[in-house]
């Protein structure tokens, strides 16, 4: 089993960065792929981005390609979402999951566990 805890949301300004980070506890995380999804009230959740097990894949939603990068630490259990050029759009709760697999990762019932989430809120 794993458990995530998401940090480092907050308010910024349209323009601006904030990084997330996913920390992770449980057995064996390096074995799991890694992605994060954002929902706002009354929308569906929506695929933002995802890291294969040893890093060396990731993929992007198109509306943050370019803007958003995601890395892993496993010595540190740990997965980051550096997330510049803020937008308004990009409001939302912010949620990492973990899964064991890395076939279709842009969807999120691939994913075996998640994180409790955690708001992103950009002013305009």
């Known amino acids: 089993q794993v458990q995530l805890v998401e940090s480092g949301g907050g308010l910024v300004q349209a323009g601006g960065s904030l990084r997330l980070s996913c920390a992770a506890s449980g057995r064996t995380f390096s074995s799991y792929a890694v992605g994060w999804f954002r929902q706002a009230p009354g929308k569906e959740r929506e695929f933002v981005a995802a890291?294969?097990?040893?890093?060396?894949?990731?993929y992007y939603a198109d509306s943050v390609k370019g803007r958003f990068t995601i890395s892993r630490d496993n010595a540190k259990n740990t997965v980051y979402l550096q997330m510049n050029s803020l937008k308004p759009e990009d409001t939302d709760v912010y949620y990492c999951a973990a899964s064991l697999y890395i076939e279709y990762l842009r969807i999120s019932a691939t994913y075996d566990y998640w994180g409790q989430g955690n708001q992103v809120t950009v002013s305009s």
């Open positions: 890291i294969s097990w040893s890093g060396g894949n990731t």
